[in-house]
């Protein structure tokens, strides 16, 4: 009973430890960062879905304002903000995800479909795509949600 007792407390040592590890260098380090804007008239077929949508009040993704009727694609544009970030841990990171931090004028944040991971000692780009007002600056604040053994983790970068 003994030589288990001693056995049992080594592995919770190891536990904690191993834990421990995870969260000391947990984590995630921005690279690069950078924004792309295309006119919403030269994506119209996306433009009119998402007018659709948001008249319905059924947005695929983050609206940022109530249901309301769209004017004309000219008056809006697409932000495509991309991060590239590097994996300083041991373990990989999933469900990597970016929210743009919406300004005033700002419409919806399209959804993303597809699973980010982010693998061990590894870099990726993560991408999300807002729709706003022309008129608006590209300057945003993002917020990155990643995955680590199942532990959230959240960073914020300005995007310029």
Excluded at 112 to 123: G, R
Excluded at 128 to 148: C, F, G, Q, S, W
Aim: hydrophobic fraction near 50%; charged fraction near 15%; include cysteine.
């Amino acid at each position: 009973m003994k030589y288990f007792a001693i056995l049992t407390v080594l592995i919770l040592i190891v536990a904690l430890v191993g834990v421990g590890y995870m969260y000391m260098t947990a984590t995630i380090a921005v690279e690069a960062v950078g924004v792309v804007a295309t006119d919403a008239p030269s994506q119209i077929i996306l433009f009119e879905e998402l007018r659709e949508q948001l008249r319905l009040g059924a947005v695929l993704g983050t609206p940022y304002v109530t249901a309301q009727e769209l004017s004309d694609a000219e008056n809006y544009q697409f932000y495509t903000y991309t991060v590239r970030l590097r994996n300083n841990c041991a373990v990989s990171a999933d469900m990597v995800e970016l929210q743009v931090t919406p300004m005033a004028g700002d419409i919806l944040q399209i959804g993303a479909f597809d699973d980010v991971k982010l693998p061990a000692k590894q870099t990726a780009d993560v991408s999300a795509t807002i729709l706003t007002d022309k008129n608006m600056h590209p300057i945003r604040e993002v917020t990155i949600t990643y995955y680590i053994w199942g532990a959230p983790f959240t960073l914020k970068t300005t995007v310029k």
